[in-house]
């Protein structure tokens, strides 16, 4: 029989995170305010020259998801431009020195994405910084649960979500894709409330059914210049967001009703984003990739 020692059992791969021990934070959340720190990869991702050589530019690359993407980047062997809101900078800081202990380019760049014109300044400056543009990774994001629905949910809160959701999605990825070249590709984060919505995340859900869309008729209008645009859709993954979003009551048992028992790290999503931009999906473009923790995403 063949050694099984390295296989991991899904349901325990990783640690349980102290939700019941986790207070309240103020948003956006800081990685330094969870009492378990999320797992982004920092001592078990290993990259193999996947991506060498390439550009990438990460929203939202400061903590949770876009730290463990801009990590792998980089192990892989490319150079990764990540952005932030400016209270997240210390966060910013410590991704950008993960990509450089790869030995690679990292530069972290305050932009506050619901504004066209830094989107713009992004793209270009991000393009001048790496001296190309391969890979950009939509990763940005804002929730705010609301506990009595669409009644809690305000036209201020409405426009903020779907600016950071969907609208800088739509700027990103106009500018980038106006300079990318063959073999380059776009990958944005949807999630499962994009199959499954909330109710309390009614606005969330709805920017996220709009990110799986989008990609499907990015994709089918870049095909012909040889560039992919896919999307990964997260289930319940373990960031600063979470308890920066919801309330205790909603986050005390977070991640426990998928079929694994339990909620994913940023590690966990990394891998997705690496085959995705990787030219081993040369032949993908188009689709969403669940990694939900065994939830269907229809």
């Keep these: ?47 193999s020259n996947r991506l060498s050589g390439r550009k990438a530019l990460i929203t939202g690359g400061d903590s949770g998801i876009g730290r463990a993407v801009a990590l792998a980047f980089a192990r892989e062997g490319a150079d ?82 779907l600016k950071t959701n969907l609208y800088a999605l739509f700027w990103i990825s106009k500018q980038a894709s106006a300079i990318m070249m063959p073999g380059a590709t776009i990958i944005n984060t949807a999630s499962i409330q994009a199959s499954n919505p909330s109710p309390e995340l009614l606005d969330y859900a709805t920017t996220k059914a709009g990110i799986v869309a989008f990609t499907k008729g990015l994709a089918g209008d870049l095909a012909s210049r040889g560039i992919r ?9 373990w960031t600063p967001l979470i308890p920066a979003t919801m309330p205790s009551s909603k986050y005390e048992n977070f991640g426990e009703a998928v079929p694994l028992g339990r909620p994913g790290q940023p590690a966990e999503l990394a891998p997705a984003y690496v085959f995705l931009a990787s030219g081993e999906s040369s032949y993908i473009t188009g689709e969403t990739i669940a990694v939900t923790g065994g939830t269907p995403f229809n």
């Design 80 to 161: 990764v431009v990540i952005t932030y809101l400016e209270a997240e900078e210390s966060d910013a800081r410590t991704t950008v020195q993960l990509i450089e202990a790869a030995g690679r380019s990292g530069t972290a760049v305050p932009c506050d994405v619901r504004d066209e014109s830094q989107c713009s300044r992004l793209v270009t400056s991000a393009f001048e910084t790496m001296g190309g543009l391969d890979i950009v990774v939509n990763n940005a994001a804002f929730q705010m649960a609301q506990m009595g629905g669409i009644a809690d949910i305000t036209t201020e809160q409405f426009d903020r979500v």
């Design 1 to 47: 029989m063949a050694d099984q020692h390295h296989i991991s059992d899904p349901q325990n791969a990783f640690p349980m995170p102290d939700r019941a021990g986790q207070a309240e934070i103020p948003h956006p959340g800081l990685t330094a305010d969870l009492v378990s720190a999320p797992d982004h990869g920092e001592d078990s991702y290993r990259g």
């Design 229 to 237: 645009v896919n999307a990964v859709a997260p289930g319940p993954i």
